[in-house]
């Protein structure tokens, strides 16, 4: 990453925190798009993008995957103090269909740079019948999950209306800005890949059902 627009960018931001001017807005907003054209061609994804943004006390400027329709969102918390970067989950009922070893690889990778999943919608239950799940996970894994498998339960009508979640990356003033930006570049990379793999076996899943009709 070009120094020059770490420094703007970091400076762009403590005035954002501290007294924010509105000129600041856009320096944020048209830097950020500096910083999307840096992680799309780092990543060499083969993939197109259109972009927009929105001001409010969140300022979020999303690049939108014109492939799978995700929207991945870089945002600044004037409230909270802090950067983040996140993406919803699309067609997550084919989560049964991702293999181990790039599960394992992708909840590593959360581990290790503390990406957290959150549920939008679930999980599912009774809690006369289960109050157990109840309870705020620390664990990535079960909570995808239990996210997964409850709303799977559902009818399928039901599903087709559940908003499932979402991958976020979070970062306060105590790190650096160079360390931020490494680790969005690492979250992009994996949260594109969780989205398109889905996105894949979906395309998969009408391809094959389109051919039974022949």
């Given at each position: 990453?070009n120094?020059?627009?770490?420094?703007?960018?970091?400076?762009?931001?403590?005035r954002?925190?501290?007294?924010?001017?509105?000129?600041?807005y856009?320096?944020?907003?048209?830097?950020?798009?500096?910083?999307?054209d840096?992680?799309?061609?780092?990543?060499?994804?083969?993939?197109?993008?259109?972009?927009?943004?929105?001001?409010?006390?969140?300022?979020?400027?999303t690049?939108?995957?014109?492939?799978?329709d995700?929207?991945?969102m870089?945002?600044?918390?004037?409230?909270k103090?802090?950067?983040?970067?996140?993406?919803?989950?699309?067609?997550?009922?084919?989560i049964?269909n991702?293999?181990?070893?790039?599960?394992?690889?992708?909840?590593?990778?959360?581990?290790?740079?503390?990406?957290r999943?959150?549920?939008?919608?679930?999980?599912?239950?009774?809690?006369?019948?289960?109050?157990?799940?109840?309870?705020?996970?620390?664990?990535?894994?079960?909570?995808?999950?239990?996210?997964?498998?409850?709303?799977?339960?559902?009818?399928?009508?039901?599903?087709?209306?559940?908003?499932?979640?979402?991958?976020?990356?979070?970062?306060?003033?105590?790190?650096?800005?160079?360390?931020?930006?490494?680790?969005?570049q690492?979250?992009?990379?994996?949260?594109?890949?969780?989205?398109?793999?889905?996105?894949?076996?979906?395309?998969?899943?009408?391809?094959?059902r389109?051919?039974r009709?022949?």
């Amino acid at each position: 990453m070009n120094e020059q627009i770490l420094a703007d960018y970091c400076d762009c931001i403590n005035r954002l925190w501290k007294s924010p001017e509105p000129s600041d807005y856009e320096i944020f907003v048209n830097i950020t798009y500096k910083i999307w054209d840096n992680l799309i061609k780092s990543s060499k994804i083969k993939d197109d993008f259109s972009f927009y943004w929105s001001p409010s006390a969140v300022i979020c400027v999303t690049a939108k995957s014109n492939k799978t329709d995700c929207h991945y969102m870089i945002g600044l918390d004037l409230f909270k103090k802090e950067l983040y970067f996140d993406v919803s989950i699309r067609n997550w009922e084919n989560i049964r269909n991702l293999k181990d070893e790039f599960m394992t690889q992708f909840f590593d990778v959360c581990t290790q740079n503390d990406f957290r999943f959150s549920p939008d919608s679930g999980p599912f239950y009774e809690k006369e019948i289960t109050p157990e799940f109840n309870a705020n996970y620390k664990s990535n894994i079960i909570n995808i999950m239990h996210n997964y498998v409850s709303g799977m339960l559902l009818s399928k009508k039901e599903r087709e209306n559940i908003s499932f979640g979402s991958f976020a990356a979070v970062w306060d003033s105590s790190k650096d800005m160079e360390t931020i930006l490494n680790e969005l570049q690492v979250a992009f990379k994996w949260f594109y890949k969780f989205n398109y793999n889905l996105w894949k076996a979906e395309s998969i899943r009408i391809q094959n059902r389109d051919n039974r009709k022949k």
